[in-house]
């Protein structure tokens, strides 16, 4: 029985490092692990031997740290204020060296040796947790981009001592042009390379941790949602407790404008809830006693008392937190393509830089053009940008997708959603709100409409079939409360009868009651076609033998599924309604909203064969639906979206889920899903086109180091600003 291990890893700098755990880890028997760069986690799944002491032991032997995670309320929240003051001072001392370099006229005499004095604190202070990072790979024999980065600024900063101190270079009144490419005499210094370079990628990782942090401000949002404090009720007397010590079965109230502190039913009390936080969803919904409450949405109107049903890690809000952790663990194909490649590319390049640096000396050019060009060579190619390209786009796009009640399973999800051309849709509480209401009350000529739904409603309120609550709300609403029964019996596919003040009434399908005899010989309403009323399920209602009339129900049509259908031809996929129930009823459901083909009459594995056969088509298929009767089909399609207002076992076969009872969401879904991979594409175009195309120039001698190392840096910061756009995603709206 394997299970997961979830371990916070400390030390990473950039992809390069991540993999490197991951692979450690992966050669473990039993472990299959993934580590994340952008979240700075690693995620195993593990055989039962296999303990997380031994995944901290593998990881802290490749020269990183390890830990189980806190809990989330307990987590800090990162710091960069070390990095921050390290940055601040390094950009201080940098300046006048990079302008001195910079501006000759400005090169006053000994203006080398301030130089010197100035970024000596920058290399070894400001450059200290590159120069760590690259001595720990060095002692487990790895490269990492940090080694590329002491390298170079070492190289740079030594150079230019070496000038100083033993060359021309430290000569009064000596002066030299700043270039934007290799180049210079033996008495060029290059101080501003190593300090600029230093100061640049502090820059950018400053920059990056913070918009990593921003990156996660959806996810933390989520985990910090739920109410901190309760008021439990225990031996009738109210008693205020931390939130995490309830148990199931407590009882606790919910003042108006609180926070509901767990999942629960309502006790008593009625109310409206607001559920935006949650689902995204911004209508209120209405509760009373037997209705299901869930933690963290927040108590709009009257005052509740809600007995707790699950509590802790079992609640909806935590289970959505750790689905949108799992997938930002996820990797897109293309990502993983780029983690081999960054795992081989920092002894690539200084194995390229070391070839530039012979074949300029071979091909006669000056020592310090070789040198130069071998240091940029170092400084441009850090494959960070590569290791943030997906991570990040998946940290931003699913905590969005949490703030408006999308949650993605993973990576694999997105790119099914690219692909997808059909969008097969459960009729019963997809397309339609899942819930019967009497829609029709059809007396026989000259009959009582109220009396009708009077009698009718007294036995069904004592049946427990949607139609027989239906039709008791129906009459509740319609005449206040209804007269008491007796006798009251109910037959499995007939219908329901019972005695109300004396007369017998009998409740069902109108085949079934004439089953019984129409002794009286009465007939049904008169001028009535059931057939073109298609999407009604009617009910014939008899007192004493006599019909009264009928009533009929129908599940009403979501009010914004026919726009949501038109979004989704607008999206470009087919839709297709697949129900169980009757053709009759299906088509007209179809009808309006709009869609043409229709799958009806089938069953569980009826719904799984037809998914199938659009497959086999050649059709990639999503599939949404909410019921235990849908599983099937969301396991066997592309693409399973679950409602989540519908089963567990719904939820569990999916691989997203809608927390909104609303079609749009599924438009969202599938924008969402484009959106976030169509972010994750460009980051790694833009990072291997960077690559490929500033290589090249460096090893040709064209870049000063001091520019490449300010273009890497950005580089990486342009990754992840490009993932934040995914931020501003708007959920679709009917017109």
Known sequence: MTRQIELEIGGMTCAACANRIEKKLNRLDGVTATVNYATEKARATVSPEITAADLIAVVEKTGYTAALPAAPQESPAPAADPLRTRLIISAVLTVPVVVLAMVPAWQFTYWQWLSLTLAAPVVGYGGWPFHRSAFVNLRHGTASMDTLVSLGTLA?????????????????????????????????????AAAGVTTFLLAGRYLEARAKRRAGDA??????????????????AEREIPAEQLAVGDEFLVRPGEKIATDGVVVDGASAL?????????????????????????????RLVVRATRVGADTQLAQMARLVEQAQDGKAAVQRLADR???VFVPVVIA????????????????????????????IACPCALGLATPTALLVGTGRGAQLGILVRGVEALESARRIDTIVLDKTGTVTTGRMEVVDVVPVPGGDRAELLRLAGAVEAASEHPLGRAIARAAVAAGGPLPAITDFQASAGVGVRGRVGGVDVRVGREDDVDAAGRADGATGPAGLDVTAEGARTWVTVRADGAVLGRLGLADRVRPSSAAAVARLRGLGLTPILLTGDAPAVAQAVAAEVGIDEVVAGVLPAGKLDAVRRLQRDGRTVAMVGDGVNDAAALAGSDLGIAMGAGTDVAIEASDLTLMRDDLFAAVDAVRLSRRTLGVIHGNLFWAFAYNVAALPLAAAGLLNPMIAGAAMALSSVFVVLNSLRLRRFRPDQPA
Do not use: C
């Open 156 to 192: 740079a900063f030594g150079w230019s001592v070496w000038a100083l101190f033993l060359g021309d270079a430290g000569m009064p009144g000596m002066t030299h042009p700043f270039e934007l490419r290799a180049g210079g005499g033996e008495d060029a210094i290059y101080l501003e």
């Open 219 to 236: 996810l933390r949002a989520l985990l910090e949602m739920g109410a901190k404090r309760v008021t439990v009720l225990r031996d009738g």
């Open 274 to 302: 607001d559920l935006s936080m949650l689902t995204g969803e911004s209508v209120p919904v209405e509760v009373r006693a037997g209705d299901p409450v869930t933690g963290a949405t927040v108590n709009a109107g009257g």
């Open 341 to 343: 490649i960054s795992g």
């Open 352 to 379: 390229l830089s070391v070839a530039t640096l012979g074949f300029w000396l071979g091909a006669g050019a000056q020592t310090t053009a070789a040198f130069t060009a071998a240091v940029a060579v170092l400084i």
